[in-house]
């Protein structure tokens, strides 16, 4: 483009008056404006990005990251930006990265760009644990969305104005909005690349705000519910059927043996209406559910 491009980063911040101001600071070194909701914090957060020279946007409760990036997303959208970068407040992005970020768009290499931490030249302090849980959440995440991305959960990203408009239907309020952005950007055929980026956790308090187990499962459960609408057929189809010949095998033995000896099997026929009727509903949902996501693709 021949004029500089408008550039806005979107921070979404919950209780994180301790590094909130630095995260501002030096995002501002490399974007037009920055942009952060507050999300509930009964603490200084607003204040301190406020004072700094950020654009606050303040929820009266905590409605979670998804929540908060959307309402900074829409406030960022306002502005009629070319790009929009967003990091997270608690200090694991490196705001020095941006230029890694912006990089690829500004060349018209990519449409979306997300910092990742698994390719070569990245740095990643992670504690053993914590990169356990995100290569399962990878290997989920690519099950469900068929994407080359293979830092699925990075919330460093940046977005062009043209990549924007088709994500700003995401409707996650929680932790797994950075699954559906991606879900989103492949189902429009957006162009990613992933770029190396030095993320940070040693050191940082309470990087997430909820318990490991509670964010792993609502991240998994948003992953199965991904597989199960896209491939309906293969998920629930297949189960159901097979689930319903077992029925009926079973009921055929119950009756053979009913009519052998006229002695009534009751645990035989439990499993056979039980087979029966679950496959039924498994195999009936599964249809149900092809033919939505075939009327979306239209």
Sequence with gaps: MDRKPFVVACIPAYKE????????????????MVVVC???????TG?????????????????????????????????NPDIVVMLDADGQHNPNDIPRLLEPILNNKADMTVGSRYIEGSVVDAPLYRRLGLRFINFLSRRAIPTNVKDTQSGFRAFSAKALSNLLSFESDGYVVEMEQLALAEK???????????IQYEGLENT?????????????????????????????????????????????????????????????????FGA???????????????????????
């Excluded at 507050?38 to 200084?44: I, K, N």
């Excluded at 020279?53 to 998804?66: L, P």
């Design 208 to 272: 997430s705000k909820n318990h490991p187990l509670f964010h792993g499962t609502e991240l998994v459960g948003f992953a199965l519910r991904l597989i199960v609408e896209e491939r309906p057929l293969l998920f629930l189809g297949v189960p159901g059927a097979l689930l319903i010949l077992l029925g009926v095998v079973f009921g055929g033995y119950f009756l053979w043996y009913f009519n052998l000896t006229r002695y009534f099997s009751l645990p035989m026929a439990l499993v056979s």
């Design 47 to 79: 204040d301190i990005a406020e004072a700094l020279g950020a654009v606050v946007i303040r929820h009266g409760r905590n409605k979670g990251k998804g929540a908060a990036l959307r309402s900074a997303i829409k406030r960022a959208w306002e502005m």
């Design 38 to 44: 507050d999300d509930g914090s009964p603490d200084l």
């Design 17 to 32: 008056e301790k590094s909130i101001g630095r995260v501002v600071l030096l995002t501002r070194r490399y974007v037009d």
């Design 276 to 298: 029966l009727s679950l496959g039924t509903l498994l195999f009936i949902t599964s249809l149900v559910l092809y033919a939505i996501s075939r009327l979306k693709r239209r």
């Design 188 to 198: 429009s055929g957006l162009r990613i690349v992933e770029v190396p980026v030095h």
